[in-house]
């Protein structure tokens, strides 16, 4: 059928003028804020399950594929509505499915299953999320596409390119998650964010039922069929697919790669993914697509510049480095979603070409989040993402086979060359024949021969999986929590223990202490506020019982002295394997822990532990840079409070490059009755040994007296700093502190 005999029959059906006119405040109110709730629900329910998932950065990532799954369902529901039934009916419908949807509200998460919580983290939250969340969440992720779809037959001057509400819909989206980490997150708790969150839901079904009162006038009109300019076969939608997936896929990777760096925090989530969203707003905008030009212009160097920089392990200023891949992020997706738009059918296929490119993003999604941690033990997937963007650009979708087989040529090349350096040289060498690599193609590139872009995307997509066999890594292992590497320095007389790009543990291999066993090094040598607690607290009285909130490469079970009982808790199994493992790391076999390790998420594992019985409680518990925040609450404090025998002593490692957390622990300790020193160690000469940060707590001020020394101060609460607590907190706080004005 075609289009002017689609619209044809649909006057044959008019509507009231003033009606009509009516229908684009309306529909435009009810996408924008479909699209609010949508995105604002997102970084809501994943911070609620932050704290069930040991703060975990992989939270997010599993929740965006999770939200990226429920949008694929209901856009399949939307397709089958449109398709299936009349216009009237369609409406009648998805309102009563709307309403029933909001049976489940308020939000909140159920109880869950503990034990698939530990056996299979990304599984138990994808269910927990399903439970919770997922029957309002794909009614109302059904409207973008339905309500389009009923726009086009309203009979508006714009009826025939409904795609504008597109851009509508993920302005509303863009809104939301530049509103939740600087208004909502700040401003109100979790608890006050899902009670509003559930009148915005209610407010949207009335919209929803505008919508449908406003198309009710049109009758029973079948639902119209795609004419012959409109029928799509599947070369067009796979190409659909290819060009949602490679963006949603690097969105979730870039967005774990900068939150494993700084915090699990709502922030370093919503920013890439309203940039993300950004996209498809510039994308879908009526005329040229702005910024395209200069996007296209940026594309090469940012992609060849953020592979190197992943590929490599290189690092800088993290404010720097956060602007680099959020500009990397966005303007990847602004080329891939171009082309997107540039492939779009008439209205009339409008539904189905929301249901593929919803597909591809949902399988992209799943990638970066699920496959990609189970297959890789380094985080290969994001310069290969990158690269995979390099073949949206436009001359390149329309690449001969001549040119296909030129750039797979140059692919081959570039990727042998980088393999050999891997098995050959040294990595010092072998980096430097990548960059030169890389530069070589890209002066071809620039020539503007679009088959060497398919080259330089093969030899970068080489680079990326050739980073799992780095000469520099003698074990590796990825999972929920996080990549774990095991190198050797230089010299081959350390040992380290790699989270993300933070070291979280070191061992001399050439030397022993005077009793024979390992010599605490990195933040736990003799010099280290972790030293002069334990001392300290040895010197007031025996010690009996230590709990260690964090295991690392088990250093510090190396401190323990006869007739002490050490007991670590550890929510990482990955972790425990590479510090039990002797042939790795030698602490824990000739410094085995009376008390053992004990693996699950300290908040639920110290509940088990006996009341006052632990004369020290160490939290040293940290995922790469990013801090577990739940287990920085006054919650969380009144548990450890709760385990310390009479004059214990709390110590917390908060030694930190992006955060100053000190006025936040110590608002949350004065609100537990808890007293604050803080204690600041320089680095000592000598490899691996770092500085550190730490802060003690006890319930009386003379427990803390003989942290006296030059490095202790004593803290008070600062005057417009707020206590956290499970139901509120502020990262983005911490991060000003450390880096805004004037530090």
């Not at 004065?670 to 007293?675: E, F, I, Q």
Request: a neutral charge.
């Amino acid at each position: 059928m075609s289009e002017h005999a689609a619209t044809g029959q649909a006057q044959a059906f008019p509507a009231p003028a003033r009606l009509v006119r009516a229908a684009l405040p309306v529909f435009v109110l009810s996408v924008f804020t479909s699209a609010l709730l949508l995105f604002a629900v997102q970084p809501l329910v994943a911070k609620m399950a932050l704290p069930r998932f040991g703060g975990s950065p992989a939270v997010w990532s599993v929740a965006v594929c999770f939200f990226q799954a429920a949008l694929l369902a209901g856009y399949a529901y939307a397709h089958v509505l449109t398709r299936a039934l009349p216009l009237r009916t369609a409406a009648g419908v998805h309102v009563a499915v709307l309403a029933l949807a909001g049976l489940a509200l308020p939000l909140g998460l159920g109880a869950g299953w503990p034990a698939l919580e530990r056996a299979a983290p990304a599984a138990a939250l994808g269910a927990l999320l399903l439970a919770s969340v997922g029957a309002p969440f794909i009614a109302m992720a059904a409207n973008a596409p339905l309500l389009q779809a009923w726009f086009a037959r309203s009979g508006h001057a714009r009826a025939h390119d409904p795609y504008f509400l597109y851009a509508a819909s993920n302005l509303g989206s863009f809104l939301a998650l530049g509103a939740y980490p600087f208004v909502i997150e700040p401003l109100l708790s979790v608890q006050a964010q899902s009670l509003a969150w559930s009148a915005g839901y209610a407010l949207m079904v009335l919209l929803a039922a505008g919508c449908a009162a406003l198309v009710w006038t049109r009758g029973g009109v079948r639902p119209a069929q795609p004419s012959a300019t409109a029928v799509t076969g599947w070369p067009l939608r796979l190409r659909w697919m290819a060009l949602a997936f490679a963006p949603s896929a690097l969105l979730v990777a870039a967005t774990a790669h900068v939150s494993a760096e700084v915090a699990a925090a709502p922030l370093l989530w919503t920013l890439p993914l309203a940039l993300y969203l950004l996209t498809f707003v510039l994308a879908f905008a009526r005329g040229r697509v702005p910024g395209m030009k200069a996007a296209l212009g940026l594309h090469v160097p940012l992609v060849v510049g953020l592979s190197l920089a992943a590929v490599a392990g290189l690092g800088g200023n993290w404010l720097v480095m956060l602007a680099l891949n959020l500009a990397g992020v966005f303007v990847a997706s602004l080329v891939c979603h171009g082309a997107l738009a540039r492939l779009r059918p008439p209205a009339e296929a409008l539904t189905g070409f929301y249901l593929w490119i919803s597909l591809g993003g949902a399988l992209g999604g799943l990638t970066a989040a699920v496959i990609a941690p189970a297959l890789l033990t380094t985080v290969a997937e994001y310069p290969v993402l990158l690269a995979l963007t390099l073949l949206a650009r436009p001359r390149l979708l329309r690449l001969s086979a001549h040119g296909l087989m030129r750039g797979a040529g140059m692919g081959l090349l570039v990727a042998g060359a980088l393999y050999a350096g891997v098995a050959a040289l040294d990595p010092d060498t072998y980096l430097l024949a990548w960059i030169v690599a890389l530069l070589s193609v890209y002066a071809l590139l620039l020539r503007s021969r679009p088959a060497m872009a398919l080259g330089l995307a093969a030899g970068l997509l080489a680079a990326g999986f050739a980073s799992e066999a780095d000469p520099r890594t003698i074990a590796a292992e990825r999972g929920f929590y996080g990549v774990h590497t095991v190198t050797d320095s230089g010299s081959g007389r350390f040992r380290v223990l790699h989270h993300g790009t933070t070291i979280h543990g070191a061992e001399r291999l050439d030397a022993r202490g005077e009793d024979g066993r390992p010599v605490p090094i990195s933040y736990y040598h003799d010099a280290t506020g972790f030293a002069d607690v334990i001392a300290a607290r040895r010197a007031r009285a025996r010690m009996g019982s230590v709990a260690v909130v964090g295991l690392g490469a088990g250093a510090l079970a190396c401190r323990a002295e006869a007739g002490e009982r050490w007991r670590f808790f550890e929510i990482d199994p990955a972790v425990i394997r590479i510090a039990s493992d002797p042939s790795l790391f030698s602490h824990l076999s000739e410094c085995p822990p009376e008390g053992g390790v004990v693996q699950g998420d300290a908040r639920l594992t110290l509940t088990d532990e006996p009341r006052n019985a632990y004369d020290l409680i160490v939290m040293d518990a940290f995922s790469s840079s990013a801090i577990p925040a739940h287990l920085l609450t006054l919650e969380a404090f009144a548990l450890y409070e709760s385990l310390l025998a009479e004059g214990g002593v709390i110590v917390l490692h908060v030694s930190n490059r992006n955060m100053d957390l000190a006025p936040s622990v110590t608002a949350t300790a004065a609100a537990a009755g808890l007293h604050a020193r803080l204690g600041e160690h320089p680095a000592p000469s000598g490899a691996y040994m770092m500085g550190t940060r730490v802060i003690a707590l006890a319930r009386s001020p003379d427990d803390l007296s003989a942290l006296d020394g030059p490095q202790w101060r004593a803290l008070e609460p600062e005057p417009g700093v707020r206590a956290w607590t499970d139901d509120w907190s502020n990262t983005l706080g911490a991060v000003w502190r450390m880096h805004g004005p004037g530090r």
